[in-house]
């Protein structure tokens, strides 16, 4: 194996250092001190979620846990930034929607015309959902179609799409309850009981994604809250003394101020952990460039036919090398590894550790193939 640049090593010791995925460095005890101290984590796939929060929370919470975070709305899903399923703390949720969702939406209503929507059918829609949804009340996606049905607005599967879209996006409703077979919906304003108005909230978001990811640059930052440039730099002037920056194998940075002074001891254990990362985990997601952790020639095997379903990823010495898959029954799963290019006997065997990881989070004897 070709060595690798230290500052390239240093990049993805701080990186793993930043998400909670290195033990004792962060002090995320549950799923939702993770969700917080992420700021929020991609959900569009809800297990991969789940297992992204285990895996950053020292307890380790399984499967059922974390859907009981769910369940109890100690974490919440919504659509908190580029109109995509993300999990955050509740109390995080109004204000990042507030900031981030702008330009999401504005995008989202110029498709409107082409399927057949107007704003009297989006000012109805709301209307019959937030009475549906009244007093406490949670519905199904398939019982909200047939309330604006039964109200004459009958909707297609592409209108209720944009219509859900839209109302989590504005937080007038939040995905609640988890719900097997289909996506269940309640009033934001009952769902969500905390809420937190930060003086400047770019500022905030700046701060503490640079936090919870950093090493980032200000274009990660503009890609993940798909914010243009000069947003991005206002969150930065706002953020003032929680970021600072530096340079590593020639890129310039933003971190949390005094986290790059690691010994080359610390950047050795941080990346002495092989993973099994979920699909679109924030190690991935959370970067618009992401040469430091993979050869980005192999990006098509992770994201095949660039069709943005990002597969389960192996991490050795903090480098993304494979993919990975899983088949499960009722008592067991079996884990299959494949790799990019070849792995040594001794990294596979170090993956087994992970492995049995994975198989208590969904409390089932798990095996490497």
């Known amino acids: 194996m070709a060595a690798v640049d230290p500052e390239i090593r240093r990049i993805r010791a701080l990186r793993l250092r930043a998400q909670g995925l290195v033990p004792g460095v962060r002090d995320w005890r549950t799923a939702p001190d993770a969700a917080r101290g992420m700021l929020a984590i991609q959900a569009q796939d809800g297990a991969a979620a789940r297992f992204a929060l285990s895996l950053r929370a020292s307890e380790h919470p399984d499967d059922a846990t974390v859907l009981g975070d769910l369940a109890a709305g100690r974490i919440t899903r919504n659509r908190p930034a580029r ?57 199904t996606r398939p019982e909200l179609v047939a309330a604006c049905a039964d109200a004459v607005l009958p909707l297609d599967n592409s209108q209720t799409g944009h219509i859900l879209r839209d109302l989590t996006e504005l937080m007038a409703i939040v995905f609640a309850d988890p719900a097997p077979k289909a996506d269940v919906f309640a009033l934001a304003d009952d769902w969500v009981t905390e809420r937190r108005d930060p003086e400047h909230a770019l500022g905030e978001a700046v701060s503490r994604f640079v936090a919870g990811r950093g090493p980032v640059t200000r274009q990660d930052i503009g890609k993940w809250a798909y914010l243009p440039m000069g947003a991005v730099d206002e969150g930065i002037a706002a ?15 933003l971190v949390a101020p005094g986290t790059v002074d690691l010994t080359d001891a610390e950047v050795d254990e941080a990346l002495a952990r092989p993973l099994l990362l979920p699909g679109f985990d924030e190690y991935i997601i959370g970067y618009g460039s992401r040469a430091a952790q993979l050869d980005e020639g192999y990006l098509s095997r992770i994201v095949p036919g660039r069709n943005g379903v990002f597969k389960p990823m192996v991490v050795i010495d903090g480098e993304i090398v494979g993919v990975w898959s899983k088949k499960a029954t009722a008592k067991t799963v079996t884990v299959t590894i494949e790799p ?16 049995r990881d994975y198989g208590r989070f969904l409390g089932l004897e798990a095996t490497l193939a």
Do not use: C, N
């Open 83 to 139: 109109g995509t399923l993300q999990i955050t703390a509740p109390e995080d949720l109004h204000w990042l929607s507030a900031a981030l969702t702008v330009r999401s939406r504005a995008e989202a209503a110029k498709r409107r015309p082409q399927l057949g929507i107007t704003e009297t059918m989006m000012a109805d829609a709301e209307r019959i959902i937030r009475a549906e949804l009244a007093d406490g009340a949670s519905r």
């Open 239 to 253: 953020a003032d003394g929680a970021v600072e920056q530096v340079t590593l194998a020639g890129t310039r940075y």
């Open 340 to 355: 990019f290019a070849k792995i040594t006997a001794t990294a596979k065997r170090r993956l087994a550790g992970p492995v």
